[in-house]
Nanobody, 124 residues
């Protein structure tokens, strides 16, 4: 049984940094793309970053150059380093693992396992 655990959310000031972690226990992620999404109430879920098995990564336009996704397959863990935070980054952040052998995408389609989300709040 796969269990997904996220950590690292919290409160930061504009210009600051936070690092999110997400571990997929019981899941081999070697051939899976993984991703971060975020959502604010009454808005659609937004793709933030998607990283493939070979570390090829795509980013949403609003975070490009500020956020960095990485992965440690041996630990089945996904990371998101968030720098130069702005209040618009305030959201609940979700990690996800896609079905095997599918490519990276910032759309929610094909993501099989999801975390419960961790809140990130950025103050001005």
């Amino acid at each position: 049984q796969v269990q997904v655990a996220e950590s690292g959310g919290g409160l930061a000031r504009a210009g600051g940094s936070l690092r999110l972690s997400c571990t997929f226990s019981g899941l081999n992620v070697d051939d899976r793309a993984m991703a971060w999404f975020r959502q604010v109430p009454d808005n659609e879920r937004e793709g933030v970053a998607s990283i493939g098995p070979g570390d090829y990564t795509i980013y949403g336009v609003s975070v490009e150059g500020r956020f960095t996704a990485s992965r440690d397959n041996a630990k089945s863990t996904l990371y998101l380093q968030m720098d130069k935070l702005v209040p618009a980054d305030t959201a609940r952040y979700y990690c996800a693992a896609r079905r095997p052998r599918l490519g990276v995408t910032l759309l929610a389609e094909g993501y099989e396992y999801w975390g419960q989300g961790t809140q990130v709040t950025v103050s001005s």
